[in-house]
Antibody
């Protein structure tokens, strides 16, 4: 059973880079069967997709965040990561990693991590 | 970019009621539409994928329909454990967009 777990700092200073890692267990991040993605949710608000990556390294980003986002895969650690640069208070949110089965397009996000709260504050 | 308009934003219903949520896409997305349930403090859970397919293990009282731009999510008989916020999500053109969410409460 595939499981995902987010990790990273819970507090980031404004203008700095937010960095999170998602560790995959119960399956291989190199599998052609999955897309790996990041989604966030500001306190009391809705869900926002940040971006996704395929095992091949192909990335797909939300156009509204694309200039600040990098998603990458580390196959040696069975992890994928998120970097979001030049953060502001508006980036304060619960950040989720999730996976979808690659059948036709990105598919449904069937497996989620528990989420990690990141606060942007000096 | 494809926009998703979900309605209503909140809904109050009684146990046993039939509940319907709608989602409209700003352009044709075929059947590339998923529905999620999110309970407070928890990660979202995929209920319906590709507009009408029930995810494994999800109770049959949940269903989805539609294609193109207009989609419907239905709970046939509302149960107390269904209290949550529900989101639609499109995934056309290698991008995801979520609807604004519908907060479902018990009357």
């Amino acid at each position: 059973q595939l499981q995902l777990q987010e990790s990273g700092p819970g507090l980031v200073k404004p203008s700095e880079t937010l960095s999170l890692t998602c560790t995959v267990s119960g399956g291989s991040i190199s599998s052609s069967s999955y897309y790996w993605g990041w989604i966030r949710q500001p306190p009391g608000k809705g869900l926002e997709w940040i971006g996704s990556i395929y095992y091949s390294g192909s990335t797909y980003y939300n156009p509204s965040l694309k200039s600040r986002v990098t998603i990458s895969v580390d196959t040696s650690k069975n992890q994928f990561s998120l970097k979001l640069s030049s953060v502001t208070a508006a980036d304060t949110a619960v950040y989720y990693c999730a996976s979808s089965i690659a059948v036709a397009g990105l598919g449904g996000l069937g497996i989620w991590g528990q989420g990690t709260m990141v606060t942007v504050s000096s | 970019d494809i926009q998703m308009t979900q309605s209503p934003s909140s809904l109050s219903a009684s146990v046993g009621d039939r509940v319907t949520i709608t989602c409209q896409a700003s352009q044709d997305i075929s059947n590339y539409l998923n529905w999620y349930q999110q309970k407070p403090g928890k990660a979202p859970k995929l209920l319906i994928y590709d507009a009408s397919n029930l995810e494994t293990g999800v109770p049959s009282r949940f269903s989805g329909s539609g294609s193109g731009t207009d989609f419907t999510f239905t709970i046939s008989s509302l149960q107390p454990e269904d209290i949550a916020t529900y989101y639609c999500q499109q995934y056309d053109n290698l991008m995801y967009t979520f609807g604004q969410g519908t907060k479902l409460e018990i009357k």
